[in-house]
């Protein structure tokens, strides 16, 4: 058997978007039922039968004999039925990935559904999945997931992508869900579920391709966003070290992954090609600055800073405000009252704790005792083992 | 030798709860749990049940082809295999990949009950 170990994933998205565009949109649910029907009946066939010459087809066909069954036995029908059952030459459906991204991201859903909505039904994660990723019980999850297909329904979302007078904005906004999406890959990681993360950071990169193959959505933000995803996620296999999480003075650097570093910078370069600077742009600049920087004291502080300001100005968030104050007080950051030290954490993760923070600038400060406090509450607040690891070596390092 | 069915039922939707990638790990699974049977030589065959079809009854002496079979139990498919005796088959079945994806598995002898 020669499959793809994400064929089903993938293929995923392929069919409930080929499914919703045969359907119509209010008919996500059954998409989803028809798609997890082929794969069962594909693990019950293809073992007995050998694997089919096209296997996609083959789930297409399913799926969408799956879905017609269903609709038969309810009642109502006749108008889509024809549509279905209309036979074509090649049953390989069209790819509809992008336009069933657009319908998840829809402007009636909070960024929260968006994002979870996208990863069920477009990049194929499952419900347990997206419990464990965004820290909340499943059935949780999925009473989520129901109230925003309704949503979706009750305000007539269509499988397609937006007019072009909309397109910049409802771009942003997939393009923010992916980074939600692949922020909590770095936070599964840091949590020690390493698959996870890497399978949240996939289906990022993954979507993000997608977008740049389509003329209308193939835009500078979007390489923007790659650019920070390939390059801030080719540091994971320096992150976890036994179990602990390893901040990034600690890393070995010649673990990075260069090939994910390489095409990260191939998109940054692109990137600029355009008018708007978004906060990807300088995110991904704050990442740049660490790819190429041979070690802690050789990185470009002041520049990482001067991007911290940028962002600032265009978003202010006391996340960000943070990540500011630790760049300016590592080895060569601009005005340090003591330079001798400092061992900073990784600049860009959105989730350093605070205590954690305070523990860096205090022991930058030359204040032990301050820092040591300041590890100790960040110890009680920790929320899983490799972050508890961690600080437990700081301290031990005092 | 003798020949043995393999049922199984799905309870309660647990396929559909599943993610893709633990769905093709399955699929992987019934791949290499077939492939010993065949290398075994005790597979006769095997067949996927579609989930439509229809349940008959008689309901006083009159047959009806009542609306669609509706359980929260389902029959999703069979194996033939052929073994020495229940016990053999049984360990046979114990590898079956259904019973890791939250269906259970029912063996019967086929025919010759004598």
């Given at each position: 058997m020669s499959l793809d170990p994400r064929f089903f994933r993938h293929q995923h998205g392929r069919l409930v978007g080929a499914l919703v565009r045969r359907l119509g949109a209010r008919?996500?649910?059954?998409?989803?039922?028809?798609?997890?029907?082929?794969?069962?009946?594909?693990?019950?066939?293809?073992?007995?039968?050998?694997?089919?010459?096209?296997?996609a087809s083959w789930l297409y066909v399913v799926a969408r004999n799956y879905a017609v069954d269903q609709l038969r036995r309810a009642a109502w029908l006749q108008e889509r039925l024809p549509a279905l059952v209309a036979?074509?030459?090649?049953?390989t459906p069209a790819d509809e990935t992008l336009e069933l991204t657009f319908m998840c991201c829809h402007p009636a859903l909070s960024r929260r559904d968006q994002v979870a909505l996208t990863l069920k039904a477009v990049a194929g994660l499952g419900t347990a999945q997206l419990a464990a990723a965004f820290l909340v019980p499943e059935a949780t999850l999925a009473q989520r997931l129901v109230r925003a297909k309704r949503r979706l329904l009750e305000v007539g979302a269509e499988l397609s992508l937006p007019d072009p007078e909309a397109l910049p904005a409802r771009l942003g906004a997939v393009l923010d869900v992916l980074y939600l999406a692949y922020t909590a890959g770095h936070q599964a990681q840091d949590g020690g579920a390493e698959g996870l993360g890497a399978s949240l950071v996939d289906e990022v990169r993954r979507l993000g391709e997608a977008l740049l193959d389509r003329t209308e959505t193939a835009r500078p933000e979007v390489?923007?966003?790659?650019?920070?995803?390939?390059?801030?996620?080719?540091?994971?296999?320096?992150?976890?070290?036994?179990?602990?999480?390893?901040?990034?003075?600690a890393q070995d650097r010649g673990a990075w992954d260069r090939a994910r570093l390489d095409a990260g910078l191939a998109h940054l370069a692109r990137a600029d090609r355009g008018p708007t600077l978004s906060s990807f742009h300088l995110l991904a600049g704050i990442e740049a600055c660490h790819a190429l920087a041979p070690s802690v004291a050789d990185t470009d502080w002041p520049r990482i800073v001067g991007l911290y300001d940028d962002l600032l100005q265009l978003a202010p968030s006391p996340v960000l405000r943070l990540n500011r104050v630790v760049a300016l007080h590592s080895p060569a950051g601009t005005p340090p009252r003591s330079r001798a030290s400092s061992r900073p954490s990784s600049p860009t993760s959105p989730t350093t704790p605070l205590h954690a923070a305070q523990a860096e600038l205090r022991l930058a400060a030359g204040d032990a005792a301050g820092a040591?406090?300041?590890w100790e509450r960040a110890l009680t607040h920790a929320g899983s083992d490799p972050e508890r690891g961690a600080y437990r070596q700081r301290l031990a390092a005092l | 030798m003798a020949e043995f069915m393999i049922l199984m039922r799905e309870n309660d939707g647990a396929w559909g709860k599943l993610s893709?990638?633990?769905?093709?790990?399955?699929?992987?699974?019934?791949f290499a749990w077939v492939e010993g049977l065949k290398r075994d030589g005790v597979l006769r065959g095997g067949k996927p049940l579609g989930a439509g079809g229809r349940l008959l009854r008689a309901v006083d002496g009159e047959v009806t082809d009542g609306p669609f079979v509706e359980t929260k139990e389902v029959l999703t498919g069979f194996f033939l295999i052929e073994a020495a005796d229940l016990e053999a088959a049984t360990e046979i079945a114990r590898g079956c990949p259904a019973l890791f994806h939250g269906e259970s598995v029912e063996l019967r002898p086929v025919g010759h009950l004598a």
């Open positions: 008919h996500l649910d059954l998409a989803e039922e028809a798609a997890s029907e082929a794969f069962a009946r594909a693990a019950r066939t293809w073992p007995l039968q050998g694997l089919p010459e096209r296997p036979p074509a030459a090649d049953p390489h923007a966003l790659l650019a920070l995803v390939l390059l801030g996620s080719a540091r994971f296999p320096a992150r976890i070290r036994e179990g602990a999480f390893v901040p990034l003075a040591r406090a300041a | 893709p990638d633990q769905q093709q790990a399955l699929l992987e699974g019934y």
